[in-house]
């Protein structure tokens, strides 16, 4: 199982962007899938974004258009640009590496 320690989160004024990133305890070459989610207060976790060992990046409907899902392999790193932060963006963001391993999350607080 590897471990996954998330960085980047803080407090943000609506309109700004952060880069959140996630560096994992070993090599990321075999994870087929490495993912972002986010937890708002007194919600569920929620998926923002996914990406594949090939670089392939998947967003739900919902989250398309300000989040930019990205890994480097050789870094060990996923990172996840987001753009243009709205209040409700406003949560904890979980690295996620499949099949079972998270991040203990990063607070990010946006402020209208």
């Known amino acids: 199982q590897v471990q996954l320690v998330e960085s980047g989160g803080g407090l943000v004024q609506a309109g700004g962007s952060l880069r959140l990133s996630c560096v994992a305890s070993n090599s990321i070459n075999s994870i087929n899938v490495m993912a972002w989610y986010r937890q708002a207060p007194g919600k569920e976790r929620d998926l923002v974004a996914s990406?594949?060992?090939?670089?392939?990046?998947n967003y739900p409907d919902s989250m398309k258009g300000r989040f930019t899902i990205s890994r480097d392999n050789a870094k060990n790193s996923v990172y996840l640009q987001v753009n243009s932060l709205k209040p409700e963006d406003t949560g904890v963001y979980y690295c996620?590496?499949?099949?079972?391993?998270w991040g203990q999350g990063t607070q990010v607080t946006v402020s209208s």
């Open positions: 990406i594949t060992q090939g670089g392939r990046a």
């Open positions: 996620y590496a499949a099949p079972w391993s």
